[in-house]
């Protein structure tokens, strides 16, 4: 007589819910107000659905900044420039729907907002370690950013590495003066120099269109993407104002104005330079 072995967890067919492992990640949402304010899962889902998008962001541009320093190691090969640019509009995509995501939060009311509010203090947004690392990633490093992140530990060491690594913005200029083959910038260059020789490098990739298009679709979809967190970071305010006014955040800035204050920043700002230069001198004299 024959004997069924018994059935084990390798013998079982691979589901959907195993795969992507639905049963933890539907356990992952924990709302603190007692009783629970009807809006706060709506708050924490919203949340983390960002964070998990950021997570695929800083994957994608790491294989961007990965394939241009393959660039730069072969500038005769078009290969890494093609797909640096395919993955950048993948990036420019995600970023597009981080920004018509907030429609989805300002269906919240500010009084509901009110009925958990201080339940979160002191946490806030200003703590998203992954947030900071896409803009140490993209080039924006600004050191005094590591002071709101200590609490996390194995994510703040991924934010030192990131302040360490060269940045996305550097590797790209690093590839375009291997392709265009100009003279070496001191790395003892000062900065402004730097930032006017990188951006008279774009301005001639841009006028040698013919032999520079994936190049210049490299460049488009990085002004596309520094465009659209520029959009985020406004839409972000624009929900804030609506939510608390011009009231302070749970993370201690001054809420709004704060905010207001960094719309400025650009990750990518000799493309825009760039720009200025074309127009100065349309036919490059
Ligand atoms: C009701 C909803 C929200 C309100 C009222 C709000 C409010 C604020 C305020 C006032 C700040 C400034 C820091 C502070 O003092 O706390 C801030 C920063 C921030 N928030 Fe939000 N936020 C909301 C939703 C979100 C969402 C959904 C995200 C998505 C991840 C987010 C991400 C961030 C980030 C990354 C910062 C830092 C920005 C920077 O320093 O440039 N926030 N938020």
Not at 39 to 57: A, G, N, P, S, V
Not at 208 to 237: N, P, Q, S
Not at 253 to 277: I, N, V
Request: charged fraction near 30%.
């Amino acid at each position: 007589m024959s004997v069924e072995p018994p059935s084990s967890q390798a013998d079982r067919q691979l589901t959907y819910s195993d795969y992507l492992r639905i049963p933890e990640l539907l356990r992952l949402q924990s709302p603190l107000s007692r009783p629970m304010a009807h809006d706060e899962l709506l708050f924490i889902i919203i949340h983390q659905t960002y964070e998990l998008w950021f997570k695929l962001l800083l994957h994608e541009l790491d294989a961007v900044v990965a394939n241009l320093r393959a660039a730069t190691r072969r500038p005769d090969s078009r290969d890494e420039v093609y797909e640096a640019a395919r993955l950048l509009r993948r990036c420019t995509e995600i970023a597009r729907l981080l920004v018509e995501q907030f429609t989805v939060l300002e269906t919240m009311l500010p009084t509901h907002f009110l009925a958990f509010r201080d339940r979160l203090r002191p946490a806030s947004g200003f703590q998203s370690e992954q947030f900071r690392e896409l803009e140490f990633l993209c080039g924006l490093k600004d050191e005094r950013m590591l002071d709101l992140h200590e609490p996390a530990p194995e994510l703040f060491a991924a934010l030192q590495r990131r302040l360490k690594e060269p940045s996305l913005r550097d590797v790209f200029f690093d590839a375009l003066a291997a392709m265009e083959t100009a003279p070496p910038m001191s790395p003892d260059a000062a900065e402004n120099e730097r930032f006017r020789m990188r951006a008279q490098l774009i301005v001639a990739v841009y006028r040698k269109e013919g032999g520079h298009r994936d190049w210049i679709d490299v460049c488009e979809r990085l002004t596309e993407f520094d465009e659209l967190l520029v959009a985020w970071r406004l839409r972000h305010i624009q929900m804030v104002e609506r939510t608390i006014g011009m009231t302070r955040g749970t993370g201690g800035s001054a809420g709004a104005s704060y905010l207001r204050a960094t719309l400025d920043k650009k990750f990518f700002p000799e493309l825009w330079e760039a720009r200025s230069l074309m127009c100065e001198d349309p036919h490059g004299s």
